[in-house]
């Protein structure tokens, strides 16, 4: 983590991947940004973010999968020789940066804005917050836990991503991990885990030049475009995620950033746009198995608007033979981006969206266990859920029934921006619908797009927790709230301004205030964890669950990391008040990720009864042996089972030594 080598490797070769991608950019906006309407920076920032993260994603995903020679060394060589190659190639479509950025930073002192300059302070000062959390906490979320970074541990030590790893969780082997794929790239530059969770911080950033784009496509003044889109990087739920290594961030930017390079195809009929769109697109089939339904969407709004604005796309052969080969070209590229997951589960479990874990009585808690049948897409729709979704769309979209958490359970994280502005762009995407004079407006393929994805979602998705995967809708509905507004000259007006410049600033207090810490972070845990030494500064020693988690993940840190660890799990609870059905098993590794772990399937290697005493197999005790495991863990989450034999000694509740391995 200290050493400068790694840091001066780490920041070369990212910025060559970024100046690349910047470069790379151009080739794709250099007709679009030939008109002086188009918000040139700010489109070259969101392409080049798109780029950079898609440039990550097949460099891994092609020495992991395909040459199966996955390491420091590769990934380093490999990126730099790609990021040569890619500015080389399109050195002559580079845009310019520093002029833009120049002006736009002139005309903004010559504003004397000063809410724009406290907004603009605010939004500093978050971002610093954001990034020591990153640096500082180590991840402490349990989806996180349980299979957004094992896998990436897995790749580290085999030196190659397998389709199948052996666990509990069987989300790993069913899941998109692409996320994984951006925390992997994270590690490797330190071998140290402190900067996993910065992909979702970078996703965040990239939220503000593509909402900024958005508004400035609708000719939003460039104040008034500055202020909403940092007001919605203020959004509760990206805040929240920006500092976790979850995937809804990626997913939901991402479509905002698609549906921004569609609107610009739209406006310009830059067959290009639609590549970067497919980009975007192939990125988010990597996040979620619901990401399909994205571009689905999409494509369906695409085809709307062009009826509606301009069929000689559809009605003109030439026109018509472009746009097919476009779109064709365009799934070519989403398959090569994010396609590799589909394909991984076809050939596993005979099914692109993999298994489904099936609950069945365990025979000595009665609670329950899991056994894998490929999903059913049938029953994925039904009509109740649609149903109860639209009940509590109201009471969640304002925040108040509770404390916000990394699940967001029974709110939405929407934040009082939402409920002051995204609630009137929701009613004006459907008045709009009625006006002529507002219907064919480009702007609006976004918002429809996004209302149609939530009506969607609203039909096959009910959770309490699911307005996690919802935060497309806050970020999309603000933006288009601002151009509603400019549309209704409300800016204008001296006394309408200063209220919405008044909202906005209270908003990003209040989120300010909220979000930090958010529930999920232990203050009392905190103040043990800042005193550890830097090794001892591990997920396990910092968490929610501090308080009531078993002591062995404290003892495990003082275990060398050379010295591996079986742990003992199955899918489903043992008790009825374990917090999870999955397994942490994040919580064993050491934040370089050397200790090896082993998972041992508990219905096949003990022998339990109904007071969860367990007697261990020989099987088991052979496995240990062969694989010189001493250290034996027989807790899920944050409740143990106990061992029932000689060979095996309790250092503390749910961690056992195991003494044959010596005999």
Not at 9 to 30: E, H, Q, T, W
Not at 80 to 103: C, E, N, T
């Given at each position: 983590m200290d050493n400068l080598a790694n840091w001066a490797?780490?920041?070369?070769?990212?910025?060559?991947?970024?100046?690349?991608?910047?470069?790379?950019?151009?080739?794709?906006?250099?007709r679009s940004l030939s008109s002086d309407t188009m918000p040139a920076l700010s489109l070259g920032i969101a392409a080049s973010g798109?780029?950079?993260f898609a440039h990550i994603t097949l460099i891994v995903l092609f020495l992991g999968v395909v040459l199966k020679y996955l390491n420091l060394y590769s990934v380093v060589i490999t990126s730099?020789?790609?990021?040569?190659?890619?500015?080389?190639?399109?050195?002559?479509?580079?845009?310019?940066?520093?002029?833009?950025?120049?002006?736009s930073i002139c005309r903004l002192l010559k504003s004397r804005d000063y809410f724009l300059f406290g907004i603009i302070?605010?939004?500093?000062?978050?971002?610093?917050?954001?990034?020591?959390?990153?640096?500082?906490?180590?991840?402490h979320v349990w989806d996180v836990f349980a299979y957004h970074l094992t896998p990436a541990v897995e790749w580290y030590q085999q030196g190659l991503i397998p389709a199948v790893i052996d666990t509990p969780v069987h989300r790993i082997n069913a899941q998109p991990l692409g996320m994984t794929v951006l925390s992997y790239w994270s590690f490797i530059f330190f071998r140290d885990d402190f900067l996993v969770e910065l992909p979702s911080l970078l996703w965040a950033l990239l939220l503000v030049p593509v909402s900024y784009a958005a508004m400035r496509l609708s000719n939003v003044s460039e104040a008034w475009s500055q202020k909403f889109a940092i007001l919605i990087f203020f959004i509760p739920v990206v805040l929240m995620q920006a500092v976790?290594?979850?995937?809804?961030?990626?997913l939901n930017i991402g479509f905002f950033a698609a549906l921004l390079f569609i609107t610009i195809f739209l406006k310009s009929r830059d067959y290009k746009m639609l590549l970067l769109a497919a980009t975007a697109f192939g990125l988010m089939l990597g996040y979620k198995l619901s990401a399909p339904l994205y571009p689905i969407t999409a494509f369906i709004f695409l085809m709307v608007f062009i009826v509606m604005n301009d069929r000689k796309l559809l009605l003109d052969s030439v026109e018509r033979l472009a746009l097919i080969k476009t779109l064709a070209v365009s799934g070519l590229i989403m398959i090569l981006i994010g396609g590799?997951?589909?394909?991984r589960n076809l050939w596993v479990s005979g099914s692109f969206i993999g298994v489904l874990n099936i609950k069945?009585?365990?025979?000595?808690?009665?609670?329950?266990?899991?056994?894998?049948?490929?999903?059913?897409?049938?029953?994925?729709?039904?009509?109740?859920?649609?149903?109860?979704?639209?009940?509590?769309?109201?009471?969640?979209?304002?925040d108040y029934q509770s404390l916000y958490g990394a699940d967001l359970p029974g709110m939405s994280g929407f934040g009082p921006q939402f409920a002051a502005f995204g609630i009137l762009a929701m009613i004006a995407a459907v008045a709009f619908l009625f006006i002529k004079k507002y219907r064919y407006q480009p702007v609006n393929f976004m918002t429809w797009s996004a209302l149609a994805l939530l009506l969607i979602y609203f039909i096959f998705y009910y959770s309490s927790n699911n307005y996690r995967v919802f935060s497309f809708l806050p970020m999309i509905m603000i933006a288009y709230a601002a151009v509603v507004l400019h549309w209704l000259g409300m800016y204008k007006n001296k006394l309408s301004a200063a209220l919405i410049n008044l909202v906005i600033v209270v908003s990003m207090g209040w989120n300010i205030y909220h979000v930090l810490p958010p529930s999920y972070t232990n203050k009392l845990a905190l103040k043990e964890f800042v005193t550890l030494d830097?090794?001892?500064?591990?997920?396990?020693?910092?968490t929610q669950w501090f308080s009531i988690r078993p002591s062995m993940y404290q003892l495990i840190g003082d275990f060398p990391v050379n010295e591996p660890i079986a742990y003992v799990s199955k899918f489903g609870k043992n008790f009825a008040w374990e917090v999870a059905d999955d397994t942490w098993s994040y919580l064993y590794y050491d934040r370089n990720w050397k200790r090896r772990i082993k998972y041992l399937d508990q219905n096949q290697y003990l022998n339990c009864n109904k007071n969860a005493v367990c007697q261990p197999s020989s099987d088991m005790k052979t496995v240990l042996s062969q694989n010189k495991i001493s250290l034996v863990s027989v807790c899920k989450v944050n409740v143990c089972l106990t061992l029932n034999d000689p060979d095996f000694v309790r250092l503390v509740p749910g961690l056992y030594y195991y003494a044959g391995r010596k005999k």
């Open positions: 490797l780490f920041l070369i070769v990212n910025g060559l991947a970024l100046y690349a991608a910047y470069c790379f950019s151009g080739y794709f906006l250099r798109i780029i950079y730099v020789l790609v990021s040569i190659a890619m500015v080389y190639r399109f050195r002559r479509d580079f845009q310019p940066f520093r002029q833009p950025l120049k002006q302070l605010l939004f500093i000062i978050q971002v610093i917050i954001l990034a020591a959390k990153i640096i500082i906490l180590p991840p976790s290594a979850k995937d809804h961030l990626g590799y997951w589909y394909i069945d009585k365990d025979a000595f808690t009665e609670n329950t266990s899991a056994i894998e049948q490929p999903i059913q897409v049938t029953e994925l729709f039904q009509f109740s859920r649609l149903i109860g979704n639209i009940k509590e769309f109201i009471p969640r979209i304002f830097a090794p001892q500064r591990t997920s396990a020693n910092y």
